[in-house]
């Protein structure tokens, strides 16, 4: 079993912007050092954001496009590979590795804040 991680404040968990956002592309980042997908994913009043995303055990680009998922979009952009990445999407890490994608349960509005 894992040790608990370390407890976070209130104040801290707040200043962790996550939001909904609807994927509108996706495909194969060959660059990449992981297997992983290039996204584009709409926030509604924030925009566009760019991702890369290790999503390829579970997912086809194609099953990609349409899904809404969770994201932080209050990290700073890190440059991977080509792509400069500018929000993290949230998933569940398996035993085997795989990402299991955070969405919501139902359809809401994109830009939606988390918390």
Do not use: H
């Amino acid at each position: 079993m894992e040790a608990a991680p370390d407890p976070l404040s209130w104040a801290e968990f707040t200043k962790v912007d996550m939001r909904i956002g609807t994927i509108v592309a996706a495909e194969p980042f060959a660059e990449a050092r992981n297997p992983s997908y290039k996204l584009r994913i709409d926030f509604g009043e924030l925009g566009e954001r760019k991702s890369s995303a290790q999503l390829t055990d579970l997912y086809a680009p194609a099953d990609l496009i349409g899904r809404q998922v969770v994201a932080v979009v209050n990290f700073p952009p890190k440059q991977i590979a080509t792509m400069m990445s500018e929000c993290l999407v949230l998933g569940s890490l398996g035993t085997d590795k795989a990402v299991t994608l955070l969405q919501p349960e139902r359809r809401v509005a994109n830009g939606l804040r988390i918390g």
